[in-house]
């Protein structure tokens, strides 16, 4: 079962991740040290690393606070008012 759990996460999280802000500074950041791509490669691979690490620490703090269901809603409801805040703006 923890297999299944982390194909699932690495599944999700890698098709969040494509074509994302981050992916494209990643992508004009090596398209400027095309003599260094190891070191955009381990600062951006270090800041995923960090952002996510903040991530479960705050998801695991507020599982304490709020029934993870509702934390699921206000995610989703989040990512809908993004979505509509990014189609507004285009």
Do not use: C, H
């Amino acid at each position: 079962m923890e297999f299944k759990s982390f194909l699932v996460i690495f599944g999700t999280v890698f098709l969040a991740e494509l074509g994302d802000k981050t992916q494209l500074a990643t992508v004009l950041f090596a398209s400027k040290e095309p003599s260094n791509l190891l070191l955009v490669f381990a600062a951006a691979s270090l800041a995923l690393i960090l952002s996510s690490a903040i991530a479960v620490a705050a998801g695991s703090t507020l599982s304490n606070y709020i029934d993870p269901r509702l934390l699921s809603y206000i995610a989703g409801a989040g990512f809908i008012a993004i979505g509509m805040w990014t189609v507004w703006q285009a």
